[in-house]
């Protein structure tokens, strides 16, 4: 079975093409439509749902009446300050009468390359979805610059989709899969279904290509796959240009994917398993018993804190025997567990003088 039947979580990377008319540079209404349907319908069998959008830019450019081909940085800036408005606007549109709310997520490549940024941009999505809501996301490209930019929309939708802990990506792109070459160019080409591992050869089929709007290639596309399958995410490419796409895939529309080996959880335990302990954490008996069971770790049950860890880091959690119980991404640094130590939740925002996380380290965060 396709892996979209079964999951739980989905990214959907819509690009410029897609969105906005390359010859009047309007929205390209009908399909923004069709997709709507689709992320109801979505909703509506208990998945989360998460856009990447592109688009800012070249809605944005027209509207500032710049002219064709390349932008100079600061004009592509503003562009996209003034396009991403319509963008946010459209999706709100067009979700509005299925009763969907949305939400506007503007990323920089540090949100996802600094640990703490990455694990804050993923509390912000973990509490949105909570909610119920649909985050829209795209890179803040009014603030980023070539050197430190994404730069394409393709690899951004994987770092999201590794956030979110998503179980599926979606690159809806102007090709309906990914060939062994061209298939503009090269007639032998042909499409590969079921993608298990990115071998070198694989990479090396990877062209480039890009349209004036819209900027990865297949080999963005394969750089993004690597991503998503190391976050146990499954990745499909498929043509986004019909009519519910998502509905089309469903029902097992042509597309390659690339199949991840493992799950989201999985993949996030390993991850944490292979970092440094930065410090230690002492907890008694009760929150020993309380992680066995799968629990998070509260403040209450920690005794003390031992080694100069700072939020985001990587803790060992031990018990007044010295046994180690557990490795975990703790909420606090060194200074602030230990004045919370020992006190209750509800107690943090008068001890700090602001409120924190409700736990010091969370079982998503935690491998025992
Ligand atoms: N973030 C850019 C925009 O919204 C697009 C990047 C891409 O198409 O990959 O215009």
Redesign the pocket.
Known sequence: MAPLNTAKRIVVKI??ALLVDAETGELRLKWLKGLAKDIAAQKQAGRDILVV??????LGRKVLGMPDGILTLEQSQAA?AV??IR?ARAYEEILEPYNIKTAQILLTLDDSTDRRRYLNSRATFTALLACDVVPIV??N?TVATDEIRF????R?AAQVASMAGADVLVLLSDVDGFYTGNPKTDAEAKRIDVIENITPELEAMAGDAGTA????GMKTKVMAAKTAMQSGCSMAIMLGDVDQPLLALENGGICSWFMAHGDPQAARKQWIATMKPKGTLIVDAGAAKALKAGKSLLPAGVVGGQGGFLRGDMVSIIDENNAELAKGLVNYDAAEVNKISGRQTTEIKEILGYPGRASLVHRDDMVM
């Open positions: 690009g410029s959008s592109s688009g800012s830019i070249a996209a396009g991403q963008l795209n890179e490209d730069g394409d929309n393709d951004l709007n819209a900027k990865g």
